[in-house]
């Protein structure tokens, strides 16, 4: 009797545990075609507090009515508070932009899910250059319904505690 109700209790605990994961699952794993794009953040030679942004590509693709997922790898050893924005579509604007404050530069309707600036910004502890600390930033790209059947390019600037560090190109795919 005893071993019954074990067996009910963690055949229990088991279903609990599977609606979890479907839970989890519905909620924003790594779906397929999601976009992973990872960057390094390193402090200077001259200064390990000194932060400055590397990509391992100039070029992101993602696709839409999927994630675009930034993960920011900190080695640099200083808090730091790293964002996206500005996105357009020119590569030099004119006037140029000072921070990321804004997703959107030049009028251009949102193309991703989330619109408030803060979805677009992470705070990240200090790093080791042995041992990263890790921010995400994980944005949806809205639907092809909402966006049209073309390949769109796009540009974007990658901030540093309001400074821009980099503008590398976004291209959305089917």
């Known amino acids: ?20 994961a479907c839970a989890m ?5 790594k779906g397929e075609r999601d976009i992973e794009a990872p960057i390094i953040i390193r402090g200077t030679s001259a200064n390990p507090k000194t932060c400055v942004v590397t990509l391992k590509e100039g070029e992101i693709r993602a696709h ?17 508070v ?14 140029a932009p000072d921070n990321c404050d804004k997703p959107y530069s030049d009028g251009l309707p949102p ?6 600036p803060e979805d677009f910004k992470d705070d990240i502890d200090a790093g080791r250059p042995d041992r990263p600390k890790t921010g995400r ?5 809205r639907e092809r319904s909402e966006l ?3 390949l769109l390019t796009y540009y974007f600037d990658v901030c540093i505690n309001r400074v821009i560090q980099k503008d590398p190109r976004l291209i959305i795919e089917e």
């Open 25 to 29: 699952h519905q909620v924003g794993p």
């Open 1 to 20: 009797m005893v071993a019954k109700r074990l067996l009910t209790v963690l055949a229990g605990a088991g279903a609990s545990a599977a609606l979890a």
């Open 64 to 80: 839409k009515g999927k994630f675009l997922k930034f993960r920011f790898d900190n080695y640099c050893e200083a808090d730091i």
């Open 137 to 141: 930033i994980n944005l949806q790209v």
């Open 148 to 150: 049209g059947d073309k």
């Open 82 to 95: 790293v964002a996206v924005g500005n996105f357009r579509t020119v590569q030099d604007p004119s006037p």
């Open 111 to 116: 193309i991703f899910r989330e619109t408030d």
